[in-house]
């Protein structure tokens, strides 16, 4: 994030009033309940939601509020149940379960309906009793594999699913010497003409 962030205590809320820990408790609480008003109330204006597997960082409490209420429509029953909460000064990390029943189209991928289940850490910055960044780490794979995208990691480590691995690190392997020789082959073609 660039430059300073300046931020604000959340309407009826004095800065400093609450520990980080309870505003992220409320948040949550406020996710939980799909209330996505309660959660941008816990937000700074320069918010920063950052799925890390997926590598579209999401900006701007507006962003934010507009990027959760398609979550909402997405897994319409989505929760989360910390595990964990450990803060430490400005910083507070959450592992947690996420629970959530794909319905509807995300990223262009059609609904499922499978329910997906993942353990996740999210590490949380606040300032002046306000949300700043929340970077969520999780295994994409693993939802893949959940929705029926992806085979199990038991299919992929059989003999059979091996196979199929190393047949596709071969062809990539095979694939980069074929483009090299033929970029090869150009440059000297195009070496000949001028000599």
């Not at 950052?50 to 507009?66: C, F, S, T």
């Not at 893949?144 to 480590?157: E, I, K, Y």
Request: with cysteine; hydrophobic share 45%; aromatic share 6%.
């Amino acid at each position: 994030m660039d430059g300073p962030m300046t931020t604000s205590a959340a309407p009826g809320i004095q800065a400093g009033s609450r520990s980080n820990a309870d505003v992220v408790n409320a948040m949550i609480a406020a996710l939980n309940a799909h209330d996505v008003a309660g959660m941008l109330a816990c937000y700074a204006e320069e918010m920063e939601w950052y799925d890390i597997p997926l590598e579209q960082p999401v900006r701007g409490k507006a962003a934010v509020g507009e990027f959760l209420r398609e979550m909402f429509v997405v897994f319409p029953d989505l929760r989360y149940e910390p595990e964990q909460i450990v803060s430490e000064g400005e910083r507070v990390v959450v592992q947690f379960r996420m629970h959530g029943t794909h319905r509807a189209t995300y990223n262009g991928l059609p609904p499922t309906g499978k329910t997906v289940e993942i353990l996740s850490v999210s590490v949380i910055t606040l300032r002046d009793g306000l949300i700043v960044s929340d970077h969520c780490y999780f295994d994409n794979a693993m939802i893949l594999r959940q929705m029926g995208l992806m085979p199990s990691l038991a299919v992929t480590f059989s003999p059979p699913g091996r196979a199929v691995l190393w047949l596709a690190v071969q062809r990539r392997k095979v694939g980069a010497a074929l483009a090299g020789t033929l970029l090869l082959g150009a440059l000297l073609k195009r070496a000949g003409r001028r000599g």
